[in-house]
């Protein structure tokens, strides 16, 4: 990846680039046809609400930097990603300090202002993409130790054909439907699987789904968007500690992690 850091507290200036209402409606390409570059969206405006009081969620240390910086390496490393692209703690204090985290890390990062959901600050990171991205990941900031195999996987998958792409992993807890403290039902659980982040999109589909999404009632995940519109999606193999740390108990296990690996 080259050097280049750019930043922006409104997307509409972020660069020339068309917004994805501008994307073509024709025909969805599929990213084999028409290699282009490979964006990587990073949500990390959430306030980390469940980990309890303190500073935003991706600015939170786990062994002595951020989450974000974690988790921004890791993207930077894969030698498929060539453009990653952040949306921030909205505020001048939190858009400051991304852009001073990401400005010591090597590739070309970017900043824009997050949203009010998970889904707006997808949203606005996908508006301010560089014009020859053609396939776009999107990777919460939380998933700080997600490994890069797992990133890789998911652009080979798109490259193969996929439109969307998933990481999944086996639930192991037995899962019950309830009413109240009263059980409905047992769900087969052989059929269902934990969803992971990042999660593989051509440009054209991730656009459309976002386009075609209401904001008022936002998805907890991109494919969840493209479910809607009938497209389907594809899954790949997730990996334990590609998990969400959302609970001071996942901070202990992150920290453990981590230790491990050094
Ligand atoms: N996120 C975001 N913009 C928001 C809300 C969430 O970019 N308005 C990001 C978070 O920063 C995180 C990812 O989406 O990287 C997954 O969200 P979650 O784990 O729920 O993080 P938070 O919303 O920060 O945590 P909480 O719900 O406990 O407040
Ligand atoms: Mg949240």
Redesign the pocket.
Known sequence: MSRAVSMSTDPAEAGPDPAPSAVPSAAVTTAAEAPGRVAVI??????????GPGA???LRELGGLPLLVHAVRTLVAARSVDVVVV?APPNPQGLAEVQRLLADLPGDTRVVA?????Q???ALALAALPADCDVVLVH????ALTPVDVVEAVVAAVRAGAGAVIPVLPVADTIKAVDGDQVSATVDRSTLRAVQTPQGFTRDILAKAHAASNPSLPATDDAGLVEALGLPVHTVPGHAEAF???TPFDLVLAEAVLRRRR
């Open positions: 990073v949500p990390a405006a959430g306030k980390g609400e469940r980990l935003p969620k991706a949306a997050g949203g009010r959901t998970r707006e600050s997808v919460d900031a939380a998933r969400k740390i959302t």
